[in-house]
């Protein structure tokens, strides 16, 4: 009788356990999913992706310094 309440403190202990854990695995999500847009610096042409790139108002460059050449 002991070892079945025993037991059944271990069952609930696991029960308990899964209750805190989740079952699907909790990976962060990727802030940027799928496949990365490229775009291509309008001063002088380099690729890269359109999260790195800067925008003005004529389209995308590759730094702070090109967009201004072009845009000031
Ligand atoms: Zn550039």
């Known amino acids: ?3 079945l309440v025993l037991l059944l403190v ?3 202990g696991i029960w308990w356990l ?3 854990r989740p079952e699907r695995p909790s990976k962060p999500t ?3 999913p799928g496949p990365q847009v490229m775009v291509a610096c309008t001063q002088c042409g380099v690729h890269l992706p359109e999260y790195d ?3 003005g ?3 995308f460059y590759c730094s702070e310094a090109h967009r ?4 000031t």
């Open 57 to 59: 108002h004529l389209g």
């Open 1 to 3: 009788m002991k070892y």
């Open 18 to 20: 899964r209750q805190q």
């Open 10 to 12: 271990v069952l609930g």
């Open 68 to 71: 201004q050449r072009l845009e």
């Open 30 to 32: 990727d802030p940027r």
């Open 53 to 55: 790139a800067v925008q």
